[in-house]
């Protein structure tokens, strides 16, 4: 008889155990025998659904380049955010699309703001839902870029001003959770700092500690409207090639007061989500972006996938990695799936 290689008990160092004393397969047999050994668990509690809000009333207008998701004013925000809620997820990412842009992104800090209203709306009607809301200009700017501009360079220290009066102005209509995804060096400091002063101690952050300088984006910035008049993000967002560096990024914003850290893109960058989990050893987020969510929805749609199992295949391997949360575009669907 051969021998069959595997691992000692304790899974540390190889040992030769002879075929047939040792069956792995034994462990695969039925779904149940394999329910009780999963490493990994996946549950509608893991997952953070994004959402866009736009200006009017009973809108619910699909993204083209995202089939299945849609830009809802705030009344139709309410409705797709219950669903999801009744389904057992926990928690909505708010990005705004307003009607007025300018060169300092300000519609992103004003008292009646698309976010504003719309959180105040969603903790009304849902006041068990976590509500978190994209701390970013990008969104609000006529020139799409995350900051304040100095020529056609965005200018860090004068940009963490205003992504701090964004987040008081979210804090204050109800947010649970601020989120900046600028990249701009100090901002959760800054961001910190201010939700202190203003009194809102028990608001946390999540920052996008590792943001990607991705191609996988590009639903997203047809979605929100935000892709940049001119150049790219990569003076602000990260190498793809580095991993040492997220380090560092999550280390410093751990310093100045995050809460969560996230690293995004999610699928690209497993790796990442494991050696941020395995060195700091807190809560970690990843985000499954808009390019990873089209691709899947795109494959679908031509017979390549089965769509309801590489769905959840890839959100359980989003877990394996280290994440904590998962945002994603499928997390109604996922939990309606989880849910059987």
């Known amino acids: 008889?051969?021998?069959?290689?595997?691992?000692?008990p304790a899974g540390v160092r190889p040992a030769d155990v002879p075929f047939p004393t040792t069956r792995l397969r034994r462990l695969r047999r039925t779904e149940a025998v394999r329910a009780l050994v999963?490493?990994?668990?996946?549950?509608?509690?893991?997952?953070?659904?994004?959402?866009?809000v736009c200006e009017g009333r009973g809108v619910r207008r699909e993204i083209p380049s995202m089939p299945g998701q849609f830009h809802c004013s705030v009344?139709?925000?309410?409705?797709?955010?219950?669903?999801?809620?009744?389904?057992?997820?926990?928690?909505?990412?708010?990005?705004?699309?307003?009607?007025?842009?300018?060169?300092?992104?300000?519609?992103?800090?004003g008292d009646e703001g698309i976010?504003?209203?719309?959180?105040?709306?969603?903790?009304?009607?849902?006041p068990d839902l976590l509500v978190l809301t994209d701390v970013c200009l990008r969104q609000y700017t006529d020139h799409g870029h995350c900051g304040v501009l100095d020529g056609t360079?965005?200018?860090?220290?004068?940009?963490l001003e205003l992504l701090a009066k964004t987040a008081v102005r979210q804090a204050s209509a109800g947010a649970d959770f601020v989120a900046p995804s600028d990249m701009m060096d100090g901002r959760v400091g800054a961001i910190r700092r201010a939700l202190d002063e203003a009194g809102f101690q028990g608001v946390s952050i999540l920052s996008y500690a590792a943001k990607y300088a991705s191609a996988f984006y590009g639903p997203f910035r047809d979605a929100a409207a935000s892709a940049p008049r001119f150049g790219d993000r990569r003076s602000y967002q990260m190498d793809p090639a580095n991993s040492q560096e997220a380090l560092r990024e999550v280390a410093l914003d751990l310093e100045e007061g995050a809460d969560i850290v996230m690293v995004k893109p999610a699928l690209p960058y497993l790796d990442i989500v494991r050696r941020v989990k395995d060195r700091f050893g807190v809560p970690v987020a990843a985000y499954q972006v808009s390019?990873?969510?089209?691709?899947?929805?795109?494959?679908?749609?031509?017979?390549?996938?089965?769509?309801?199992?590489a769905i959840l295949e890839t959100l359980v391997s989003i877990r394996r990695a280290g994440a904590d949360l998962i945002f994603t575009y499928f997390a109604s669907e996922a939990a309606r799936l989880l849910r059987g």
């Open 38 to 52: 999963r490493e990994a668990s996946l549950a509608p509690a893991d997952l953070v659904y994004p959402l866009f």
């Open 115 to 126: 976010i504003a209203r719309a959180v105040r709306a969603l903790k009304e009607a849902l």
């Open 1 to 8: 008889m051969g021998a069959k290689k595997t691992c000692d």
């Open 291 to 309: 390019g990873e969510y089209a691709m899947l929805v795109a494959a679908a749609e031509r017979n390549m996938i089965d769509r309801e199992r």
């Open 75 to 109: 009344d139709r925000l309410v409705e797709e955010a219950a669903e999801a809620h009744e389904r057992g997820v926990p928690a909505v990412l708010l990005f705004g699309l307003p009607d007025r842009k300018d060169a300092l992104g300000s519609e992103a800090w």
């Open 153 to 159: 360079d965005v200018e860090n220290d004068r940009t």
